[in-house]
């Protein structure tokens, strides 16, 4: 069996797309909009989350939310976020990125995007269920190139 490519984006219906972290979880560009989510935690969403984690083997990531997972998850493997840190630290990571030198000091990272069509055909026979987090610059480009399963908002 195939295994599946499955997008996975926290967005408001205008179209802003951001984790429900802080309001100074990602800036670049100074995006003003941090934190939408956060003051209105949901348990029926969170058990949607981690629901849909249950099957999750492999991270796909762009480059900038691997670097914002990468300075977080691994430091937060206990307590309440315990279970999310202990998967994104156990399960392999893929890094799309066109540089070749990057620097990928997370355990079980590795770069993809040198020829991503065909990478993505490997993640499908190596993994069941490979989510896509964020990483929005990648998702246009998977959604472009139609090199997904499912999209889930």
Known sequence: MTGRIIIDLF????????APGGPEE??????????????????????WVMDGMSTLDALLLGRRTYDIFAS??????TGP???????????????????AGIDLDWQGSSRVGADLPAEI????????????????????????????????L
């Open 11 to 18: 967005t408001t219906l205008d179209g802003v797309a951001q």
């Open 26 to 47: 990602d800036t670049t560009d100074s995006f003003p909009f941090g934190g939408w989510q956060a003051g209105v935690p949901d348990e029926a969403v969170g058990k």
């Open 72 to 77: 977080y998850w691994p430091h937060h493997t």
């Open 81 to 99: 976020e315990g279970p999310i840190g202990q998967l994104f630290d156990r399960v392999p990571k893929y890094v799309a990125s066109r540089d």
């Open 121 to 152: 055909a490997q993640l499908r026979e190596n993994h069941e269920d490979v989510h896509v987090i964020g990483s929005v610059d990648l998702v246009q480009t998977l959604l472009a190139e139609q090199l997904f399963d499912e999209l889930q």
